[in-house]
């Protein structure tokens, strides 16, 4: 049994391990490729020893899926920045938060086994998370094209709404598991909608209006966008009541209309969705070379290495997936998301396995989540949506959204423990030979 739960995490460590070992063939750098993939597999190895130390009846394919994702990313931002000026340190910049998300999952794991006492510091986690998105307005935080959604701390730069999106669903989902029959009953009709007594959709309307309205100030739209859809469909799943969907899309209809109007640079990126062309070497530049990487991957790809994904500015971030598809083909992509649907299918079962309200909705908040990021910037690079500016969770160069991403493995990780814990201890009666 322990052989078999052992087999996932060996595959994913042998496939970044090949990916390591064609870079040494490829771009004839014998040491660092063996140090990166050495240290890279010690450090996930370790990590997943400890988590079934700590964690035996969890879900086996989690961190195998997190291991894999990550150490894609991480051969890719070394194959994309290897002997390039200025960007040759970024793999070990990502090396080094890969380490910090690794000891991020186990702190996690150490303090929240019994995570349930997070909802009783529910309204806290709101106030934290509001808090987090404020901080960018203060002298800390400063405007990367043209969003202000960084802070620096000393030496140390992050996205404070990366973990602001972690506390609001761990606040809506404590919310709405204790309020879910409240919130589903009707006391007033507006416009052919019901909706319930104030005092209960109150908090819930306070804090995602508050959240979205920082969002806007800072004009981080992707952020917004995921702030907006999250709350709107834990609250569907906690009360069945499609009115707050439909309300909810016109809401966000309107809203990305007034956004196009007031923000120049989402008008720059609607141009560049409808007609790239208008404008190649300049607002449509990034989507073409996009566009071009993808084509000339073809089925199987240019090889390893054998790409042209450097023409894409900071490649290694929001169009690193342009990459995969260049050098491994539509068969290495379409691998990379089968990886990313396992990961949301695993977490989807978790949160239908979970033996309580509040930890189905953080479970489920928390997946879908990582579903809507993953969706929205395959669905930017590729043209099908206007490119937003959010990572790729896991595979992307970025510290914050990496440590953030291993946060949410590890409470996808502590509540399966529990409910596989359940599960284990559940005595069968179904009939059988002996």
């Known amino acids: 049994?322990?052989?078999?739960?052992?087999?996932?995490?060996?595959?994913?460590?042998?496939?970044?391990?090949?990916?390591?070992?064609?870079?040494?063939?490829?771009?004839?750098?014998?040491?660092?490729?063996?140090?990166?993939?050495?240290?890279?597999?010690?450090?996930?190895?370790?990590?997943?020893?400890?988590?079934?130390?700590?964690?035996?009846?969890?879900?086996?394919?989690?961190?195998?899926?997190?291991?894999?994702?990550?150490?894609?990313?991480?051969?890719?931002?070394?194959?994309?920045?290897?002997d390039v000026p200025d960007a040759e340190g970024l793999a070990i910049t990502q090396a080094v938060w890969i380490l910090a998300g690794s000891g991020a999952l186990l702190l996690t794991v150490l303090l929240f086994r019994n995570y349930h006492r997070l909802f009783d510091y529910k309204y806290l986690f709101a106030f934290a998370a509001l808090f987090l998105i404020c901080i960018t307005f203060t002298p800390l935080g400063y405007e990367v094209?043209?969003?202000?959604?960084?802070?620096?701390?000393?030496?140390?730069?992050?996205?404070?709404?990366?973990?602001?999106?972690?506390?609001?669903?761990?606040?809506?989902?404590?919310?709405l598991a204790e309020k879910r029959d409240l919130l589903a009953a009707t006391s007033r009709t507006f416009m052919g909608i019901q909706f319930p007594a104030i005092k209960y959709f109150g908090p819930v309307a306070l804090v995602w209006a508050a959240s979205l309205g920082l969002l806007t100030f800072e004009k981080d739209l992707g952020s917004s966008l995921l702030f907006f859809a999250i709350p709107l469909l834990m609250l569907y799943v906690a009360t069945g009541r499609i009115a707050y969907v439909i309300l909810g899309s016109g809401m966000f209809a309107v809203g990305a209309t007034i956004a196009y109007f007031l923000f120049s640079h989402v008008q720059v990126r609607v141009r560049a969705w409808i007609d790239p062309w208008q404008d190649p070497d300049g607002e449509g530049f990034q989507i073409l070379q996009s566009l071009f990487n993808i084509a000339d991957g073809g089925l199987t790809?240019?090889?390893?290495?054998?790409?042209?994904?450097?023409?894409?500015?900071?490649?290694?971030?929001?169009?690193?997936?342009?990459?995969?598809?260049?050098?491994?083909?539509?068969?290495?992509?379409?691998?990379?998301?089968?990886?990313?649907?396992?990961?949301?299918?695993?977490?989807?079962?978790?949160?239908?396995?979970?033996?309580?309200?509040?930890?189905?909705?953080?479970?489920?908040?928390?997946?879908?989540?990582?579903?809507?990021?993953?969706?929205?910037?395959?669905?930017?690079?590729t043209k099908a949506i206007p490119l937003t500016g959010i990572t790729l969770p896991f595979i992307s160069y970025g510290g914050s959204s990496i440590i953030g991403n291993f946060i949410i493995a590890g409470i996808l990780l502590v509540i399966s423990e529990k409910a596989g814990k359940?599960?284990?201890?559940?005595?069968?009666?179904?009939?059988?030979?002996?």
């Open 145 to 175: 094209n043209g969003a202000r959604l960084w802070v620096q701390i000393g030496p140390v730069n992050f996205q404070p709404s990366e973990f602001a999106r972690i506390a609001l669903i761990i606040f809506f989902a404590g919310y």
């Open 1 to 82: 049994m322990a052989q078999r739960a052992t087999m996932p995490m060996i595959l994913a460590l042998a496939i970044c391990t090949l990916g390591f070992a064609t870079l040494i063939f490829v771009q004839e750098a014998t040491s660092p490729p063996l140090i990166y993939g050495a240290y890279y597999a010690g450090t996930l190895f370790a990590l997943y020893l400890a988590v079934r130390l700590w964690l035996p009846n969890s879900d086996i394919l989690i961190l195998p899926l997190v291991t894999m994702l990550t150490g894609i990313g991480l051969v890719m931002i070394f194959r994309l920045t290897y």
């Open 301 to 381: 790809g240019t090889g390893l290495g054998a790409g042209f994904a450097q023409t894409i500015p900071e490649v290694q971030t929001d169009f690193i997936f342009s990459a995969i598809a260049s050098e491994l083909g539509l068969l290495g992509g379409t691998a990379v998301l089968l990886a990313f649907l396992v990961f949301v299918y695993r977490g989807i079962k978790i949160s239908l396995m979970a033996t309580d309200d509040s930890s189905k909705l953080l479970a489920y908040g928390l997946t879908t989540m990582f579903a809507i990021q993953t969706l929205v910037i395959i669905g930017g690079i």
């Open 422 to 434: 359940k599960e284990r201890e559940t005595p069968s009666y179904g009939g059988g030979s002996g």
